[in-house]
């Protein structure tokens, strides 16, 4: 099990009301609270239809939900969170790095973050910025291709 706090930041399909918001509650309930992640950038790949989140200049902002569980539920989530990103895959889709997050409702909190791993993607097409920083912004964000993610 990881040390640190119990809580993720989702930007993307893991968010409440997307495709994989089911994953992220596998563990049982979570409290949602509107975040921003300082100082990373988010992309939207296509045809995959899910979003890449990677180090940014520090003014960007990537917005999303702090999802905080109890120990045992977080016991049980992440492996299904960390499957679910491809932290385990070789090369891995995604790396989870510990984040301090500014909540919406004021104030810091310390939150892990699935980062893009696969940096050549970003420069091939389909890769596109998303200048707002919130991936649910994105047009046909909802449609993944067949088998992914």
Excluded: I, K
């Excluded at 910025?129 to 993610?149: H, I, L, T």
Aim: hydrophobic share 35%; proline share 13%.
């Amino acid at each position: 099990m990881t040390p640190g706090p119990c809580s993720v930041f989702v930007y993307g399909t893991l968010m409440p009301g997307e495709r994989n918001a089911h994953v992220a509650t596998r563990g049982g309930a979570v409290l949602a609270q509107g975040a921003g992640l300082r100082g990373y950038a988010l992309y939207h790949l296509s045809p995959e239809a899910y979003p890449a989140l990677v180090p940014g200049p520090p003014g960007a902002t990537v917005r999303g939900q702090l999802l905080t569980y109890t120990p045992a539920a977080w016991r049980v989530a992440l492996p299904f969170l960390d499957d679910l990103e491809g932290l385990h895959e070789t090369p891995p889709l995604y790396t989870r790095s510990l984040v301090t997050l500014q909540l919406d409702s004021g104030g810091e909190a310390p939150g892990w973050v699935y980062v893009y791993a696969r940096a050549e993607r970003l420069g091939q097409p389909g890769a596109q910025p998303v200048p707002s920083g919130d991936w649910r912004a994105v047009p046909g964000r909802d449609r993944p291709a067949p088998g992914e993610r």
